[in-house]
C-alpha cells in the first residue's frame, strides 16, 4: 500500500502553522549546532542536534522524518574522533553488538532485542547501554549473560563525544555485527559510527512512524512491517531496507477453561459465560479525533450486545472510560498500566485495535495467544500492519469497525477458527524456526565493510498527514500557542545542553509571522513579555537539569547527594512535594532502589484486584 494525498484530507491551515513553527524551531537547533561547531564545542553542537531530533520526533514534528542536514553536523563531529585498530577475525561464533539508549523492563524495543539474544544461539550477544539513567532491567542481563556476552553500560552523565568514542572503541574492538535500538533523537550512535570502516551497523526501526537520526550511517535499515518499509524508501531517502518481524515467545493454545482466565474474570466481577473484549494500548493512542473516536464506538458495541465487556488495559478509569464505563452498567473496564498482559489475552475472547494509533506489538501478542482480532480503520503507519495481519478483518470506517466486531461477538465458531488461522500465521512468521529463517537471510544481506552515505535525500510526508498527527499528539487540546511552542524547546535545550539559551527578539518576531498570531505588544510592552517567557524557561530548565543531577546520582549510589540537591529543591520549591516526579526520587534516594521498587509494586497491586 502506497501512502498519499488520497487517504488524507487537505492541509489543516491552523496545524500547518504550527508545523512551519516547528520547522523554524528545528533549523534555529541547527543554527545553534553549527556555531558551536565552528567554535569547536563539538559537545554542545550535538546537545543541539540532541534537541532538534527530539522535537522533531515528538510534538514539534514538521513532516519529515529524517534529515540530511543534521546528519551532516553529525559526521563532522565523527571526523574529530580517533579511529581505534579494527579487531582482527577470530574464529568460533561471531559477536554481534545491540546498542540502546536506554533500556526497561517490559517496553517493546527493549522486549525486541531481548528477544532477539534468546531466540539466536548462533551469535554471542553483547549490549551497549547509551544514556541509562534508571536500573538496568534484570531481564535483559540475565538474556545477555546466557548468549556469554556482555552488558555494558556507559555513564549517561558523561558528554556524547565521549560517549560516542566509547561505542565506537568497543564497537571496532569487539564487534562483527552492530545492531542499533536506539531512540529517535540518539545522536551519540550517529556520531560513533559517522566514518567508514569497523563493523556493519544494521538499524532497527522499531519507531518507524516517526523522525530519527541514523540514516546516514545504516548499511542495512530492518523493518518491523510493511509501512515501515515503504516510509524508509519514500521518505527518509534510505535504499537498503527489509523486513524482519517483531520476535514473539510461542506461548499456551487458547483455552477458554483456563482456571486462570477464570480466576481473572471473576477478580474484574465478568461472568464466566459473557464475551470479552480486550484492547491494550497507552491512553494517549485511544485521544478522539474527528471521526475516530474509540470509546464512542466501544460504547456503541457494548450496548449493542448485551451480554459483552470489554478489558482496556493502559487506559484509566477516568474520563471517557469512565463515563463509558457508566453507560454501559460496568461492562467497560479500564484496568490501566499492567506489567504483564498475558493472562489479559487468557480471559479474553476477541481483541480489538484501538484507535486513531494502533499497538502493533500488543495485537501480534494477543493473536498468537489465539485470540482473533479486529483491525482498526486509518492507514498504516498509525494504525498496526504486518504481514501476518493480512487475514484480519478491518473495518473501512466507524461503523463498519462496529459492525465487523459484532458479527464475530456473535458468531463464536468463527471467532475461534479466525482466532487459529491468526496464531498459526503469526507463529509461522514471528515465532521460533520461521522468524530464526528470516534472520539468517537477512545475515547474509548484511555488507563486510561499514560505509557512511551522507547523500541520502529525505522527502517529507503530505500536509495532511502531519497535520492529522499532530492533532493527534495534541489529544483535545487546541494548537499550541508560539509561547508555548518556545518554553517547551527551549526548556528542553536548557536541559541538554548545559548551557542557559535564551529567546532572542528576532527569532520571537520570526515565530509569531510564521504562526500568523497577533503580536500587538511593541517596544517594552513586547520586552517584557519575552522577558517573562525567558524566566519561565530558566525555571523549567533548571527543573529538569536538577531533576537529571538528582538521578544520576541515585543511580550511581549517591544517595546523599541526591538527598541535598532534593531538600534544596524542596526549600525553594515546597509545591514540588505533591508531585510524583519529585516524590519518586525522594522515595529511592530515602529508602533506596530495592525498597522503592516494592513500594511502587505495592502501589501498583491496587490498580486491579486479582
Not at 541547527?30 to 527530539?54: G, T, Y
Amino acid at each position: 500500500m502506497t501512502l498519499s494525498e488520497k487517504d488524507f484530507s487537505a492541509p489543516d491551515p491552523v496545524w500547518r502553522r504550527t508545523a512551519n513553527v516547528s520547522r523554524a524551531f528545528f533549523a534555529h537547533c541547527l543554527a545553534e549546532a553549527r556555531s558551536r561547531s565552528a567554535a569547536r564545542d563539538f559537545d554542545v553542537a550535538l546537545q543541539w542536534c540532541s534537541v532538534a531530533a527530539w522535537a522533531a520526533s515528538g510534538k514539534g514534528w514538521f513532516g519529515e522524518l529524517s534529515s540530511a542536514e543534521l546528519e551532516a553536523e553529525l559526521l563532522h563531529a565523527a571526523q574529530q574522533l580517533p579511529v581505534p585498530s579494527r579487531k582482527s577475525a577470530a574464529a568460533g561464533r561471531p559477536r554481534w553488538l545491540h546498542v540502546m539508549s536506554e533500556a526497561y523492563a517490559t517496553l517493546g524495543h527493549t522486549n525486541l532485542c531481548r528477544r532477539w539474544i534468546q531466540f539466536d544461539p548462533t551469535v554471542t550477544h553483547d549490549v551497549l547501554l547509551l544514556n541509562q539513567r534508571s536500573e538496568t532491567p534484570a531481564n535483559l542481563e540475565a538474556a545477555v549473560q546466557q548468549a556469554g556476552g556482555r552488558c555494558v553500560v556507559l555513564d549517561a552523565a558523561a558528554p556524547p563525544m565521549e560517549r560516542a568514542a566509547a561505542l565506537r572503541q568497543y564497537a571496532w574492538e569487539n564487534a562483527d555485527v552492530v545492531v542499533l535500538h536506539t531512540h529517535p533523537d540518539e545522536v551519540a550512535a550517529t556520531v560513533a559510527f559517522g566514518v567508514a570502516g569497523g563493523p556493519p551497523v544494521v538499524f532497527m526501526n522499531h519507531a518507524d512512524h516517526v523522525f530519527w537520526v541514523g540514516c546516514s550511517v545504516a548499511d542495512l535499515v530492518l523493518e518491523i512491517r510493511m509501512s515501515g518499509h515503504l516510509w524508509t524508501k519514500q521518505h527518509r531517502g534510505v535504499a537498503g531496507s527489509e523486513i524482519l518481524p517483531i520476535p514473539l515467545v510461542a506461548a499456551g493454545g487458547h483455552a477458554p477453561d483456563l482456571p486462570e482466565r477464570k480466576a481473572l474474570r471473576r477478580s474484574l466481577g465478568i461472568p464466566d459465560e459473557a464475551v470479552v473484549l480486550l484492547t491494550v494500548g497507552s491512553p494517549a493512542k485511544y485521544a478522539p479525533m474527528p471521526g475516530l473516536d474509540f470509546v464512542a464506538a466501544a460504547r456503541e458495541i457494548l450496548q449493542a450486545n448485551p451480554g459483552t465487556y470489554l478489558v482496556a488495559v493502559g487506559p484509566r478509569d477516568i474520563g471517557d472510560w469512565a463515563a463509558a464505563k457508566l453507560a454501559t452498567n460496568g461492562r467497560v473496564l479500564a484496568v490501566g498500566y499492567q506489567r504483564e498482559t498475558t493472562r489479559f489475552c487468557n480471559a479474553a475472547d476477541l481483541y480489538i485495535e484501538g484507535f486513531p494509533l494502533g499497538s502493533l506489538t500488543a495485537l501480534l501478542e494477543a493473536g498468537e495467544a489465539g485470540l482473533p482480532c479486529v483491525l482498526a480503520p486509518g492507514v498504516p503507519p498509525f494504525i498496526c500492519d504486518s504481514l501476518s495481519l493480512a487475514a484480519c478483518p478491518q473495518g473501512t470506517d466507524v461503523p463498519d469497525y462496529v459492525q465487523k466486531v459484532t458479527g464475530l461477538i456473535r458468531a463464536a465458531a468463527a471467532r475461534a477458527a479466525s482466532g487459529r488461522e491468526l496464531q498459526q500465521t503469526i507463529r509461522s512468521q514471528h515465532c521460533g524456526a520461521g522468524w530464526l529463517a528470516r534472520l539468517e537471510e537477512i545475515k547474509r544481506l548484511i555488507p563486510v565493510r561499514h560505509q557512511v552515505s551522507p547523500d541520502f535525500k529525505p522527502f517529507g510526508v503530505v500536509p495532511g498527514m502531519c497535520d492529522w498527527f499532530l492533532k493527534c499528539l495534541a489529544s483535545k487540546s487546541a494548537p499550541p500557542t508560539v509561547s508555548a511552542l518556545a518554553e517547551r524547546l527551549f526548556a528542553e535545550a536548557w536541559r541538554r545542553t548545559g548551557v542557559n539559551p535564551q529567546v532572542t527578539l528576532a527569532l520571537w518576531t520570526e515565530l509569531y509571522r510564521l504562526a500568523g498570531e497577533q503580536n500587538e505588544s511593541s517596544g517594552a510592552a513586547a520586552a517584557q513579555m519575552l522577558e517573562q517567557l525567558n524566566q519561565r524557561i530558566k525555571g523549567c530548565g533548571e527543573s529538569n537539569r536538577t531533576l537529571d543531577a538528582i538521578r544520576d546520582a541515585i543511580r550511581q549510589g549517591r544517595n546523599a547527594t541526591a538527598r541535598r540537591l532534593l531538600y534544596r529543591r524542596l526549600a525553594a520549591h515546597p509545591g514540588c512535594l505533591l508531585e510524583a516526579t519529585w516524590l519518586r526520587p525522594l522515595a529511592k534516594a530515602h529508602l533506596g532502589a530495592a525498597w522503592s521498587r516494592r513500594l511502587k509494586g505495592g502501589f501498583r497491586s491496587r490498580a486491579v484486584v486479582l
